[in-house]
T-cell receptor, first 113, second 112 residues
Framework: DQQVKQNSPSLSVQEGRISILNCDYTNSMFDYFLWYKKYPAEGPTFLISISSIKDKNEDGRFTVFLNKSAKHLSLHIVPSQPGDSAVYFCAASAKTGANNLFFGTGTRLTVIP | NAGVTQTPKFRILKIGQSMTLQCTQDMNHNYMYWYRQDPGMGLKLIYYSVGAGITDKGEVPNGYNVSRSTTEDFPLRLELAAPSQTSVYFC???????????FGQGTRLTVV
């Protein structure tokens, strides 16, 4: 029962263009969402997060958008750089009493120079 | 500034053997977690701890045990290893539950 879904296993984008990674969730109790980036042979590293009281959060080249009615969030990277090539995981939690992050299956982003 | 450190990085076990995966963090975080990641899947929570002396089961606890005697250390014990436990194991810690977690580099375990 996958409560957080990333339906695109992979995405290729030209350097300098925008990368858009998508994530859907099913649990209406989720109110905090995170994106993690993972390079091979390393652990995931935190990238950006958003609380359900917001619909957008921006940090440099990274912006996360949240559409609560659609239970959908997306990560925009602009401009994309070759160093952004990695697997991106979406995660969610129900902050109240939360002890767990629920992770999606990941999207492998390849930025082509 | 080490963060979360896991050992070993790789291990091959025979069916029925036991082992302990070590995890230590130097950020004074109360919350610690063990996740496993199977190929093509997201991370699944095995066990977590909200502080020294307190542990609880996650989504996939069967076949594992944990202890938390100190704030820094959170070892994961595999008893009677099975091929289904072949996976990559990640330890993580956070200041509070459900928020940004810091991960170790992972342990790739193969059970043959």
């Amino acid at each position: 029962d996958q409560q957080v879904k990333q339906n695109s296993p992979s995405l290729s984008v030209q350097e300098g263009r925008i990368s858009i990674l998508n994530c859907d969730y099913t649990n209406s109790m989720f109110d905090y969402f995170l994106w993690y980036k993972k390079y091979p042979a390393e652990g995931p590293t935190f990238l950006i997060s958003i609380s359900s009281i917001k619909d957008k959060n921006e940090d440099g080249r990274f912006t996360v958008f949240l559409n609560k009615s659609a239970k959908h969030l997306s990560l925009h990277i602009v401009p994309s750089q070759p160093g952004d090539s990695a697997v991106y995981f979406c995660a969610a939690s129900a902050k109240t009493g939360a002890n767990n992050l629920f992770f999606g299956t990941g999207t492998r982003l390849t930025v082509i120079p | 500034n080490a963060g979360v450190t896991q050992t070993p990085k790789f291990r091959i076990l025979k069916i029925g053997q036991s082992m302990t995966l070590q995890c230590t963090q130097d950020m004074n975080h109360n919350y610690m977690y063990w996740y496993r990641q199977d190929p093509g899947m997201g991370l699944k929570l095995i066990y977590y701890s909200v502080g020294a002396g307190i542990t609880d089961k996650g989504e996939v606890p069967n076949g594992y045990n944990v202890s938390r005697s100190t704030t820094e250390d959170f070892p994961l014990r595999l008893e009677l290893a099975a091929p289904s436990q072949t996976s990559v194991y990640f330890c993580a810690s956070s200041f509070r539950g459900g928020l940004e977690a810091f991960f170790g580099q992972g342990t790739r375990l193969t059970v043959v």
